[in-house]
Each structure stands twice: as structure tokens, then as C-alpha cells.
T-cell receptor, first 112, second 112 residues
């Protein structure tokens, strides 16, 4: 299995609080992605990174920011969490853009 | 717009029966296509992919998929389903911007 970890695995927070989710890889892959998974929507891309300090928006980026200061770490931040951001968040990595992606175990976030 | 549809939200089959999960895509050029499986509480795992060449693709766990350009389809098949195949299945397509779009998923239940 690809070496991808996500932390925390579960989090409950309150509306308006900041939240940061971490994705860590040991594969040295260039591309890293953050998705959210909601029933009936499959996976939707939030942000992705194509190198250290190189990031771009996905289809549902409003309310989210990301940072990648090291190859192995990709952080997703909710500056002020809202109930609509309650979801399961997955990190994925890929050696090439548009090719096979390897997924982390997910983080279940609940915003009350 | 490029999209992926999976017409069946939920399918139930008996153990030992054959399986076909449908996937249709909307994309102008020759697509890169993927099938992923997600077991409960886990991230996605690649079952197989099609980039070019033989339109019948073999994957892991005994799955295969057939690319039919005339029907814009990439259906997943397995001749004999095992109880451990119960999971969520996602079809995905690489877009012209090298991003991957996921379908909404098909949930598979297996009756012993």
C-alpha cells in the first residue's frame, strides 16, 4: 500500500472555528489532492498541488485553503468551519497528473 | 462539459452471480478511464484503468472492464461475485485538463 496517512481521522468541531487537516506521504509523489466525499456526489476535488508551494483550485474550493511547504505534507484548512463542510475528506497522491491516484484512509469531519 | 454517470445507485446480487456495473462518460477525445473500489470506512483503491490499446482491460480481484467508444461506456464486470466484493464502486475519467472526474458511485450489496 502507498504510504499515505491523514490526521486526524475523526474530528468534531463547532461552526466558526478553524480546522486543519493533514496529509502525509512517504512516496515522494509530485501530485497531491484533497477531495470531499458526500452521498450522491462521489468525490469532488477541493484543491490540488503539483509541487512544493504550487497549488490550484478544484471544483469546490470555496471556504478552503491549502498549503504545501514540503513534498510529503499537504494541509487543508477550513478558516471558519460551517455545517455544510461536514463531510469525509480524502487525500490522494499521484506520480503523474491525471493518472492513477492512491488514497489515504480519510478524515471524518463533523461541524456542529 | 465532461462528466461521468453511473446509472445504478445501488445493486444487489447473490454470491456467485455475475456482476456488471455501468459507467458512461462525456468526453470528446479518447479518454483515460478508471474504476476504483471503496470498502466501508476506507479510501479508494484502483481496480483497473484504460488508457489505450485492447478495449478489454483486466484488473485486480478478478474484475474486468470493456471500453466501448460507440456507447461512451466503460462497464465493470465480474463473472462470479464474492461476499467480500460488497463495497462502493466509482468510475472516473481523466479530463482534457488532466484532472480526474469521479462518478457518483454504485453501492454493491452481496446476498450470501
Amino acid at each position: 500500500d502507498a504510504g499515505i496517512t491523514q490526521s486526524p481521522r475523526h474530528k468534531v468541531t463547532e461552526t466558526g472555528t478553524p480546522v486543519t487537516l493533514r496529509c502525509h506521504q512517504t512516496e515522494n509523489h509530485r501530485y497531491m489532492y484533497w477531495y470531499r466525499q458526500d452521498p450522491g456526489h462521489g468525490l469532488r476535488l477541493i484543491h490540488y498541488s503539483y509541487g512544493v508551494k504550487d497549488t490550484d483550485k478544484g471544483e469546490v474550493s470555496d471556504g478552503y485553503s491549502v498549503s504545501r511547504s514540503k513534498t510529503e505534507d499537504f494541509l487543508l484548512t477550513l478558516e471558519s468551519a460551517t455545517s455544510s463542510q461536514t463531510s469525509v475528506y480524502f487525500c490522494a497522491i499521484s506520480p503523474e497528473r491525471g493518472n492513477e491516484q492512491f488514497f489515504g484512509p480519510g478524515t471524518r469531519l463533523t461541524v456542529l | 462539459a465532461q462528466s461521468v454517470t453511473q446509472p445504478d445507485i445501488h445493486i444487489t446480487v447473490s454470491e456467485g452471480a455475475s456482476l456488471e456495473l455501468r459507467c458512461n462518460y462525456s468526453y470528446g477525445a479518447t479518454p483515460y478511464l478508471f474504476w476504483y473500489v471503496q470498502s466501508p470506512g476506507q479510501g479508494l483503491q484502483l481496480l483497473l484503468k484504460y488508457f489505450s490499446g485492447d478495449t478489454l482491460v483486466q484488473g485486480i480481484k478478478g474484475f474486468e472492464a470493456e471500453f466501448k467508444r460507440s456507447q461512451s461506456s466503460f462497464n465493470l464486470r465480474k463473472p462470479s461475485v464474492h461476499w467480500s466484493d460488497a463495497a462502493e464502486y466509482f468510475c472516473a475519467v481523466k479530463t482534457s485538463y488532466d484532472k480526474v472526474i469521479f462518478g457518483p458511485g454504485t453501492s454493491l450489496s452481496v446476498i450470501p
